[in-house]
């Protein structure tokens, strides 16, 4: 069974940071791209950022470049994302998802339940 | 960035009869078009990719058209587990960008 399990979120204060984990299993971990998508309380879905199967291609929502960092243990299939200076703004149910290619975009076809992130004083 | 508007944000259709739930992208995004269903307190769920292609496992009351800047996800004979939040998402070009939803409701 493909499975995707994020862990990580909290609750940490403004500026703070926290390093977001997703274990997967089921798959070649390796030959999937994978994303980040967060959702805010009561809001839509927003993409966060993607890195490509090997981990040599990222990309980042312009919301959250220059703060945080994706990236993947292919020998552990897990997917990491590093925030820093985080802001309010940041709270939400932080998703990870696989991709259906290794390199080019594409939809996403399996998701993890999510962690939540809260970013409070 | 392309900015993907869903319409309407809210749709009341008994259970037994047909909704229909538009997407419309800024610029054209072929049919690199996927909806999603997520239901409350639920991860996102792939219905359909293309814009036209059912995922695994969902059933054929789900229909997805359109292409270019349109784009339609029907379904048939609605069943009470469809009741839910409906996204589409292009992925022609980056960044990924979702609509803003529609919640499909119980009339």
């Known amino acids: 069974e493909v499975q995707l399990v994020e862990s990580g979120g909290g609750l940490v204060q403004p500026g703070g940071s926290l390093r977001l984990s997703c274990a997967a299993s089921g798959f070649t971990f390796s030959s999937y791209a994978m994303s980040w998508v967060r959702q805010a309380p009561g809001k839509g879905l927003e993409w966060v950022s993607r890195?490509?199967?090997?981990?040599?291609?990222?990309y980042y929502a312009d919301s959250v470049k220059g703060r945080f960092t994706i990236s993947r243990d292919n020998s552990k299939n897990t997917l990491y994302l590093q925030m820093n200076s985080l802001r309010a703004e940041d709270t939400a149910v932080y998703y990870c998802?696989?991709?259906?290619?290794?390199?080019?975009?594409?939809?996403?076809?399996?998701w993890g339940k999510g962690t939540t992130v809260t970013v409070s004083s | 960035e392309i900015v993907m508007t869903q319409s309407p944000v809210t749709l009341s259709v008994s259970p037994g009869e047909r909704a229909t739930l538009s997407c419309r992208a800024s610029q054209s995004v072929s049919s690199n078009l996927a909806w999603y269903q997520q239901k409350p307190g639920q991860a996102p769920r792939l219905l359909i990719y293309?814009?036209?292609t059912r995922a695994t496992g969902i059933p054929g009351r789900f229909t997805g058209s359109g292409s270019g800047t349109e784009f339609t996800l029907t379904i048939s004979s609605l069943q009470s587990e469809d009741f839910a939040v409906y996204y589409c998402?292009?992925?022609?070009?980056?960044?990924?960008?979702f609509g803003q939803g529609t919640k499909l409701e119980i009339k």
């Open positions: 998802a696989k991709d259906r290619y290794t390199i080019s975009p594409s939809y996403m076809d399996v």
């Open positions: 998402q292009q992925y022609n070009n980056w960044p990924y960008t």
């Open positions: 293309g814009a036209s």
């Open positions: 890195i490509s199967g090997s981990g040599g291609s990222t």
